[in-house]
């Protein structure tokens, strides 16, 4: 990876940076790092410590979905967001009346990143 991205020179690298596009997707990068990292800190806590100390209804039910994203393939959970979130779809009507953007937008970024990394921090703690 180093040496493709150093092929033509530190130089060229790093002018490589300063390009808008390059500059958006670190800034959405961070942005979405910056939500997803402590929302999966704070539910992983309240999940794994309810999960290890706790006996209570619906436990296994908590722990189903915790294992869930490692089950589905990520290609299904982005089509599942675009079923729940799109135009034509469950909430796509109420949220587009209500001027929300969730695909193809930082709120839908946020949820994908969780879903997918939140079962690492959970089980982790666990």
């Excluded at 500059?23 to 539910?43: D, E, G, H, M």
């Excluded at 722990?63 to 589905?72: A, G, N, R, W």
Aim: charged share 10%; aromatic share 16%.
């Amino acid at each position: 990876m180093f040496v493709q991205a150093f092929a033509k020179g530190i130089h060229y690298y790093f002018e490589s940076l300063k390009d808008p596009d390059a500059c958006s997707a670190v800034k959405l990068t961070l942005i979405t790092a910056a939500i997803a990292v402590p929302l999966n800190v704070a539910f992983g806590l309240v999940a794994s410590w309810a999960i290890a100390k706790f006996e209570f209804r619906g436990k296994a039910l908590l722990t189903t979905l915790i294992d869930l994203p490692f089950s589905v393939s990520p290609v299904i959970s982005g089509l599942i967001y675009v079923l729940m979130f799109g135009a034509q779809d469950w909430f796509g009507p109420w949220l587009a009346a209500h001027d929300v953007q969730i695909i193809f937008a930082v709120p839908g970024i946020v949820l994908a990143t969780i879903f997918v990394t939140f079962p690492f921090v959970a089980r982790e703690l666990i």
